[in-house]
């Protein structure tokens, strides 16, 4: 090879190759899809290619479910944020905050709702390393952000999340990377990235979101990235989920106790309380008179269920033109549990947060939520009567006049009571701070007359803050009798915003800010007439007074008298008789009263023989009253209800949905114009003529369209199933939002269809446990999930159950297990079966591996298809993989039938030819008799039958067998034992310890004994001994002579006596022939030759072999170096992990809640 | 904890059965006392025992406690669970009383029903077996139910004696449909069965004629058939008796019935029966008045929609299964008028419980 260099490259100017180059240069470059370059070729690829694409056209659709969630105004999507300890969970929530509301929270607690857009709030909620927390937060979650430490990878926890998620219907889940700045090598990183991105995809789906966090800029992750995370959850989308879209249940962000102090007091805080929760419903419509469960705590009884005022509403009218939300709507946040404000509600306390030196003359530090409270508590000067005798109410802020009432002083001061009552529902606090009821009550009246009590200067509001209203953060209205509270509670503080724009203190600013509710004056204004209507009768519940109303006035509209059949039926008391025969609720009670004694007469002689009222389907059909029938006329009058008649008043509504027969005629038409027309009667009989040609034209015209259709292309009038289905769904759901519009009354709407979801609650519960107050704690979420009736009830449970592939022990039956089922956690005792040859159902002691099997426990009912996982302790100082099942629950009933084997063994006593008797089986002649015609067996095989017991040992019996057995046969019988499921159900009741994670159910016997340091009894026949067996002897078979001669020579023993006598050949030597040594010489030389080769081959192999093995030690050798090094490697990594870690939990103290 | 479920309570004989059903249905243990408390012959019939066995038979874990005088039972119901059952009726009620309550049950069992019934097939107090078959399980379909139900009626009883046996085949549902139905429509045809047991066989070709001779004038479309039973399959009594049903083009079932009297001629019964039948339609609706309970019933066990239904004027027990609904599912009706004009017709509508069939099993 010569070592001249290659020439190098240069692009040719000339010629075709220039010329062609030169052309494409002018043409702009093709971008995107080249069309003629992928199109198919020949036929078959084009089939393959359609085929492809139909089938990727499929995979797109889904099944499609019932959004039972409303459009208009739907309730926050939770978005939870789930890892491990020290990841950057709190940072994260409190930047996320930070992005919508602009505040910092400075130790965001609880549920926090902002609102993301203009049709989108969300409830940020922060998940505790809890294992109970986990799961209750995988059952309420829209979103998932699970967070992953970048620098440490994958944790158990993690792991588990992602496993219960699953078995609870898998909500959507980001996952999001942190701690990246402790990468510091970027090829390192990369790495990282994408090993982490690679597990992460296998754990839910190929191409599932990650993001990744860099460092910590001000407590907070740099803005970009979490602008581009609220990006990414705001077009979140979400498929409802099969359980949330059929049960009601709520995230309460508010908890209060209402119990009465003096109650609790007297029994030392143990008493069940009464406790309100407060949050958005979601999932279905809730209903008052079901129970509903609280994770954690148990079934609970609601006692009231009342809408308030949204504390965080959606941006509304105003703002809806703008095609992006004010920056003002941005700073709504409702988190109570939090320190927005500085104010944080706790189950019977207000604390109020005041960040630095306060003074009460110092205007110059911003004044949050709570220090006005307490101001306005100082400056009251007045007593309750007083402020009220002087309170005046104007129907609109611009009105002049105040409206003068009748000064009852009693009614006044009545209604007054009335009012704080309610407030002291509404607000469980107000039970402790006495003062502050009071309070609120006052500023309820100031309300009232906001511009006459600033005239009036009554109270100087210490500060002059600008502000023209008061303001109350926690109350919310109690439903729609108290609108005066609602309109107080929704007033807009654009001035106070402004106020606070002109302090220069950003972070102080923000962080003494207020909650805000919205809300406008406008729709304020019309809210007190309806208040006065409601004012003339506030006795009776305004739905039925309504309706009375409404009702009288029918009654004066038309003649013939209607009857209100809703108020009839379920607003009084008459009896169903007396409803038909159309007796007058205001009357029946007196003549009731009158007939009493008559009433049981009248009906001896109108009902049948046996004078009493009959349960009967059909009625008395009544001859005389059918006579009627003869007259002529009134045959006549139904003609029109049949298909053939013309006239009559019933057909003009009842035309639709007959096509085939309808004849229409000019008559039938002008009657429903007569009916529709409002009252021009005139020109329906000038032109008669005309309608019919109308209504004959657009019938024709109708019928064309429907050829025309069908002749063109019959399958484009069909829809496929799909999109069918879909808009069954949308159709039905129109239907569902129409039909109840027109019912008004809030309430009266509930009760036809329950609490609509999106609608922010409050929900009272009675007989709670103090456990529940005593513990609350805030990081704890609370779950109030719905019940629906079924699952208020106890049962046996068949689950099919798989043990988890990370499990490391077997399950065992009769072990008691923590479910997670439905909204419930709960400990039982299940046994495990498998389906034998669909006979029975077979109990196993253990679960399989890498199987499924069925588990029965007795609990609470679940509906079939709920999926669940279970857990064998809750607490985290278990090691390993938590959950030890998963699976889902095929059948509910209230008896089972597992059976186990039951080996019942006997031993001949006496053998015949083919029966036996057989002892030690049984014990009495009577369970003889219950077995007999048994199948049994000997351990030989041979089957036989129970016969019949005999009278001497007590307990033995007849037998036949198929042959003779013998005495040394054990004779056995397979029967099967049913075993029932021990009534054992334990609801884990986390949240009334007072430390979380240490909640303990029932244990193993084991477990006891080692926590108590007993000895496991030993009993002396379950030790092992060493078997003896002595060898069995035969005898020989011996066959009576008579016996041989009979048998055919085949069958004949063949019994030859060894032969005594030397044969001919033994008794002659041989001598071999010269050739014939030669020959055998030759041969032997022979084999001796191959036996020595043989031999050195056998060698040489063994010599290879040796080397082989010696290669192969080696190898291993080598391996169990390196596997050394990566153990090291990981525990070093793993060292340097829990090294930082301390380092924060010195640095940030308090912080972390590691428990270990 | 979850054990104290709140006893429901009503008082008297009446409405025996729909309360049953809605305790069983809605899992709810139910208490009725002063059941005949102040009649000579008080506590309960043995027809009404009679049904009592026949739920805890076709349920599995019902406890039914009747107290020493009979005047009083509480029922702790179980589930339900079907399968085949064969049940002796006694001849004081017909086969209609007891199947009524297990039409309502059996679609919400663990299998599917086969239950064999055996006594009396039609009587003057309740469905015939004959309005069941053709009127009730059509009803059925409105919601869902098809396939597989069945009616057969192997022998006819009629009263006094009875001796007539059906078998009745019922699937089983995991929800039933949301029901929609407002349109009415106009009667497009006319059916009916005339039979007649240990009589001439004549009889029910009389009764045709007579039925004929009213109806004739609204519809051609009338079959009346003759349905006759003879030797074992006929029974122990004589007896004939005359159901017709009214179709109309949206599927709206009218029915009304005649059952042979003591001297009375079968003439006169078809005449009762077509009469009975002209004043049904004319009280219009789009469901009998005898099945406004069922219908009703299933509305409230559909899915979380609001179904719609229009009816006639609810009879006392319809008004009375409304209330004890609202007790059992907390569920109440809107009823309007259906139109402004007509006097008599309601629209009725509701929520659905969402109730899904929890004894159905996967396995």
């Keep these: 090879m010569d070592a001249r260099p290659h020439k190098a490259h240069h692009a040719s100017q000339s010629g075709a190759k220039a010329e062609k180059k030169k052309s494409a240069k002018g043409k702009e470059k093709q971008k995107g899809f080249n069309e003629k370059a992928f199109a198919p070729k020949s036929g078959r690829k084009a089939d393959r290619l359609g085929r492809r694409n139909v089938e990727r056209d499929q995979t797109r659709l889904h099944v499609p479910l019932v959004n039972r969630t409303p459009d208009d105004l739907p309730p926050p999507v939770i978005v939870a944020i789930v890892g491990p300890p020290g990841v950057g969970k709190t940072t994260l929530l409190k930047s996320l905050v930070r992005r919508y509301t602009k505040q910092t929270l400075n130790q965001p607690q609880g549920p926090i709702t902002v609102v993301a857009g203009k049709k989108k709030r969300i409830t940020f909620l922060e998940c505790n390393n809890d294992l109970g927390s986990m799961v209750d937060v995988a059952k309420v979650a829209d979103l998932i952000l699970l967070m992953i430490d970048g620098s440490y990878g994958f944790e158990m926890e993690t792991f588990e999340f992602l496993n219960i998620l699953q078995s609870h219907g898998f909500p959507k889940v980001i996952g999001i990377l942190s701690h990246l700045d402790l990468i510091k090598k970027a090829a390192t990183l990369r790495a990282t990235k994408k090993a982490l991105k690679k597990r992460f995809w296998t754990e839910i789906y190929q191409g599932a979101k990650l993001f990744y966090l860099s460092g910590v800029l001000n407590g907070r992750y740099p803005d970009q990235e979490i602008l581009n995370l609220s990006r990414f959850i705001s077009v979140m989308k979400f498929r409802p989920l099969v359980f949330r879209n059929s049960h009601p249940y709520l995230l309460a962000d508010r908890i209060e106790d209402l119990t009465p102090r003096e109650e609790i007091r007297e029994s030392k805080g143990k008493c069940d309380r009464i406790v309100t929760v407060y949050g958005y419903l979601r999932g279905t419509n809730l209903r008052l008179g079901t129970k509903v469960h609280i994770p954690g705590v148990g079934d609970l009884e609601m006692k009231s269920v009342s809408i308030l005022g949204d504390p965080c509403p959606m941006p509304d009218a105003d703002s809806e033109k703008r095609r992006k939300l004010s920056e003002k709507k941005k700073l709504l946040v409702h988190a109570p549990m939090s320190d927005v404000g500085g104010v944080i509600y706790d189950k019977d306390a207000v604390y109020i947060n005041v960040p630095g030196s306060f003074t009460r003359g110092n205007a110059d530090v911003p004044q949050g939520e709570g220090e006005r409270m307490v101001m306005d508590l100082q400056d009251v000067n007045a007593t309750l009567e007083d402020r009220v005798a002087k309170s005046q109410i104007k129907l609109f802020g611009t009105s002049l006049k105040p409206l003068v009432a009748d000064p009852g002083p009693s009614r006044l001061s009545e209604s007054a009571s009335e009012d704080e009552d309610e407030d002291s529902e509404d607000e469980g606090f107000g039970s402790e701070m006495e003062e502050d009821d009071f309070d609120s009550d006052v500023e309820d009246d100031e309300e009232i007359d906001e511009d006459e009590e600033d005239e009036q200067g009554v109270i100087g509001r210490g500060v002059n803050t600008g502000r023209t209203a008061p303001r109350v953060v926690h109350r919310t209205p109690a439903g729609p009798s108290t609108s005066t509270t609602k309109q107080s509670k929704e007033v807009d503080y654009a001035e106070s915003d402004s106020e606070l724009g002109d302090d220069d203190f950003d ?611 080598k391996k169990d170096e390196k596997d050394k090094e990566k153990r090291k490697e990981y525990m070093r990594a793993a060292g340097m992990k829990s090294k930082r870690e301390a380092e924060k939990e010195e640095g940030r103290g308090s912080k972390r809640r590691r428990k270990d | 904890m979850s054990g104290t479920t709140s006893v429901l309570h009503f008082s008297g004989h009446q409405y025996l059965r729909h309360r049953l059903v809605l305790s069983i249905l809605s899992g709810k243990p139910v208490r009725i006392d002063k059941i005949r408390s102040d009649d000579k012959n008080p506590g309960l019939r043995d027809y009404e025992v009679s049904l009592l066995r026949l739920l805890e038979r076709i349920t599995n874990g019902t406890i039914i406690e009747i107290s020493v005088t009979g005047t009083a039972i509480l029922l702790k119901p179980g589930i339900i669970v079907g399968g085949s059952i064969t049940h002796e009726c006694p001849v004081s009620r017909s086969i209609g009383y007891f199947l009524e309550p297990i039409i309502m049950l059996a679609p919400f069992s663990k299998k599917p029903l086969n239950l064999t019934l055996r006594g009396i097939t039609s009587d003057e107090q309740d469905l015939s077996v004959d309005l069941i078959r053709t009127v009730t399980l059509p009803h059925l379909q409105l919601f869902g139910l098809s396939d597989e139900l069945e009616l057969r009626i192997k022998k006819r009883g009629s009263p006094p004696l009875g001796g007539g046996e059906i078998q009745f085949l019922c699937p089983v549902v995991k929800q039933v449909k949301t029901l929609n139905f407002v349109e009415p429509g106009r009667i497009k045809r006319i059916r009916g069965i005339a039979h007649a047991v240990r009589v001439s066989p004549q009889f029910s070709n009389r009764m045709i004629e007579a039925s004929r001779s009213v109806l004739n004038r609204y519809i051609p479309d009338i079959y009346l058939y003759s349905d006759v039973y003879k030797g074992e399959d006929s029974g122990k009594s004589p007896g004939y008796a005359l159901s017709l049903l009214a179709e109309s083009t949206t599927g709206a079932i009218h029915c009304s019935e005649a059952v042979s009297k003591p001297s009375a001629a079968p003439e006169d019964i078809a005449l009762l029966a077509s009469r009975a039948l002209l004043s049904e339609i004319k009280k219009g609706g789009c469901v009998d008045e005898k099945h406004q309970t069922l219908v009703l019933l299933m509305m409230v066990l559909g899915s979380e929609d609001v179904g719609r239904c229009r009816l006639g004027t609810p009879t006392e027990r319809t008004i009375q299964f409304l209330r004890d609904v609202r007790d059992c599912f907390g569920t109440s009706f809107k009823i309007v008028p259906a139109d402004s004009e007509s006097s008599n017709e309601l629209l009725f509508s509701c929520y659905g419980t969402g109730y899904v069939n929890a004894n159905r099993s996967l396995a």
């Design chain 1, 507 to 1117: 972070n102080f600013d923000s962080s003494s800010r207020r909650i805000r509710f919205a809300g406008d004056d406008e729709d304020n204004l019309d809210l007190p007439d309806e208040d006065d209507d409601d004012g003339d009768d506030e006795d009776v519940p305004r739905w039925k007074s309504d309706l009375s109303g409404k009702a009288s006035e029918a009654f004066k509209k038309s003649k013939t008298k209607k009857k209100d059949w809703i108020k009839l039926i379920y607003g009084s008391d008459l009896t169903p008789a007396q409803i038909i025969r159309g007796d007058d609720p205001q009357t029946s009670s007196t003549n009731e009263d009158d007939e009493d004694d008559i009433f049981t007469i009248k009906r001896l002689d109108v009902d049948g023989p046996s004078g009493e009222t009959v349960d009967r389907t059909k009625e008395v059909l009544n001859e005389e009253e059918l006579k009627q029938w003869e007259d002529e006329e009134l045959l006549d009058s139904i003609r029109g209800l049949f298909i053939t008649g013309s006239s009559g008043q019933g057909d003009a509504d009842r035309e639709g949905g007959d096509d085939g027969y309808e004849d229409l005629e000019g008559e039938d038409f002008e009657d429903l114009e007569a009916q529709e027309g409002s009252g021009d009667e005139q020109e329906n009989v000038q032109d008669p003529e005309a309608t019919k040609a109308a209504a004959l034209a657009a019938k024709k015209e109708a019928l064309k369209r429907k050829f025309d259709e069908q002749y063109d292309d019959p399958e484009s009038s069909k829809q496929d199933f799909y999109e069918e289905k879909k808009e069954e769904i949308n159709r039905q759901l129109e239907l569902n939002r129409a039909e109840f519009e027109d019912v008004l009354d809030p309430e009266a709407r509930a009760l036809v269809e329950g609490y609509k979801a999106g609608s922010y609650v409050r929900i009272e519960l009675t007989n709670v446990p103090c456990e529940m107050i005593e513990y609350f704690d805030p990081h704890f979420p609370i779950v109030v999930g719905g019940l629906l009736p079924a699952e208020e009830r106890m049962g046996y449970v068949q689950v099919r159950i798989k043990r988890h592939r990370w499990f490391t022990k077997t399950l065992k039956t009769n072990d008691p297990l923590i479910f997670s089922l439905g909204w419930r956690r709960f400990q039982t005792v299940p046994i495990y079966s498998l389906d034998d040859h669909s006979i029975r159902m077979r109990m196993l002691k253990y679960t399989p591996e890498h199987m499924h099997c069925y588990a029965t426990f007795y609990g609470p009912v679940s509906l079939p298809n709920t999926g669940f996982c279970a857990f064998n302790s809750f607490s985290s100082s278990a090691s390993g993989f938590r959950i030890s099942a998963t699976g889902v629950v095929l059948d509910i009933d209230r008896s089972v039938k597992i059976v186990k084997k039951l080996k019942l063994t006997g031993v001949p006593f006496k053998i015949f030819k083919n029966t036996a008797f057989i002892k030690d089986m049984f014990n009495s002649a009577l369970e003889v008799a219950k077995f007999e015609g048994a199948n049994i067996r000997t351990v030989s095989g041979i089957r036989g039958q129970v016969k019949k017991a005999l009278t001497k040992p007590e307990g033995a019996f007849r037998a036949t067998f198929e042959d003779k057995i013998l005495m040394s046969d054990i004779v056995f019988l397979r029967a099967w034992y049913t075993i029932q499921p021990r009534k054992f159900y334990n609801p884990v009741t986390t949240l009334l310890t007072s430390d979380k994670g240490a909640w303990q159910g029932m244990r193993l016997t084991g477990q006891v004994r080692l926590e108590q340091g007993v000895k496991t009894p030993l009993n002396v026949n379950s030790t092992y001994k060493k078997v003896e067996r002595t060898p069995r002897r035969f005898n020989p078979l011996r066959i009576p002579k008579n016996l041989q001669a009979s048998l055919p020579y085949a069958s004949k023993p063949k019994l030859v006596k060894a032969q005594t006598r030397q044969t001919y050949l033994q008794k002659r030597a041989v001598v071999l022939e010269p050739e014939e040594k030669k020959a055998v010489a030759l041969l032997q030389q022979i084999r001796a030759l191959r036996k020595d080769q043989v031999a050195r081959r056998k060698e040489k192999q063994n010599e290879r072999k040796a080397k082989y093995k010696e290669k192969l030690e080696k190898e291993e050798a």
